[in-house]
């Protein structure tokens, strides 16, 4: 006889960790599973940034934004773990983009100290600097702390799902080892792995991110800086001790796991022109990239598709699912009734 699941998860990143983690937290009774084709952690959430940017779209961002950080600052007081830390950020605009950017700012983010930047920083003469507080979340700690909290949880790792179906008033699941694992409730938490009618039926776009580690070291005083303009930004990793530069590429409806998804020479040239406006001198340090694609929605503004059936489908967090987890994870719980 197949197992039995109250809920199954399937993805393993950010959002399907912290799904399966407050609903085990706050039902210690219920049987959940969470899958994922590869390791945990390995798709978009060992790829990302990890910021909590300042920058919000809607009173929804705002909203969700600082729920998530309350989240990560209780459970980093619970460990001995840094999950996450305030980084003060200089975001370089236009002039004439001044007023949009700061009704995209609540209004205690903004800094009034100006930071010492990088003697290798050079703003432009029609660009001005702005200084706000953003954070880092650190994805491993996290993914630790995490893994703690999911002591009742089934986790099945390198384990695809070929299919699913509904049987009578259950799912099941098929897995590509041959086993079949049933389960009450299905959620899918897959970002840009979603199948491609789930994406084309909610709206949900996909699009290619590149980044690169720069040979240069950081100290504890360098702060974030954010190209406004370019969608891009320079963050100082101290567990690296070198700088990461993350830039959204123009390719959309992009998919993951294909052969062309690595960083072309297009996508080289568009990281080596927004370090030449800005930091020029950074552009022969540029070391090893990495690409991955990310879901979007419109506007940016993460969604929870109840699809009936019991099957939930958590999509369009836009590149910013350590922003989002733990403020999504609350609305799926809600929608369970647990």
């Not at 950020?89 to 995209?104: H, M, R, T």
């Not at 049933?182 to 590149?210: D, P």
């Not at 967090?317 to 719980?333: C, E, M, T, W």
Request: net charge positive.
């Amino acid at each position: 006889m197949s197992e039995m699941y109250d809920i199954c998860i399937i993805g393993g990143g950010i959002m399907g960790c912290t799904i399966a983690s407050q609903i085990s937290i706050l039902d210690k009774n219920k049987k959940i599973a969470l899958f994922d084709k590869s390791k945990l952690f390995s798709g978009c959430s060992s790829y990302a940034g990890s910021i909590i940017s300042p920058i919000n779209l809607s009173s929804l961002h705002r909203i969700t934004t600082e729920y998530s950080k309350m989240w990560y600052k209780s459970h980093q007081e619970k460990s001995n773990n840094c999950l996450i830390r305030d980084l003060p950020a200089c975001i370089i605009c236009k002039e004439d983009s001044l007023i949009q950017l700061q009704n995209k700012i609540f209004s205690t983010s903004f800094l009034q100290k100006e930071y010492t930047l990088p003697n290798w920083l050079h703003i432009p003469s029609n660009f001005i600097s702005n200084y706000a507080m953003a954070s880092y979340v650190a994805p491993y700690a996290v993914l630790n702390q995490l893994i703690n909290l999911m002591s009742t949880v089934d986790i099945y790792e390198c384990t695809p799902i070929n299919h699913y179906r509904v049987n009578g008033n259950d799912l099941q699941l098929n897995l590509s080892d041959g086993r079949i694992k049933m389960c009450k409730n299905l959620i899918f938490a897959q970002g840009s792995w979603l199948n491609k009618e789930e994406l084309k039926k909610h709206s949900i776009r996909t699009k290619k991110i590149v980044s690169y580690i720069i040979d240069l070291p950081v100290t504890k005083s360098d702060i974030l800086i954010y190209f406004y303009e370019e969608k891009a930004f320079l963050l100082p990793i101290l567990e690296k001790n070198k700088w990461f530069i993350s830039i959204t590429s123009d390719d959309w409806d992009c998919k993951p796991d294909t052969p062309d998804m690595v960083v072309t020479a297009k996508n080289r040239k568009l990281v080596e022109q927004i370090l030449s406006t800005y930091c020029h001198t950074l552009v022969p340090k540029l070391l090893g990239s990495s690409v991955h694609c990310d879901s979007y929605l419109e506007e940016c503004i993460p969604n929870i598709f109840n699809t009936g059936q019991n099957i939930i489908s958590v999509a369009g967090a836009s590149g910013s699912g350590f922003r989002y987890a733990p403020a999504l994870s609350q609305k799926v719980i809600k929608i369970l009734n647990i």
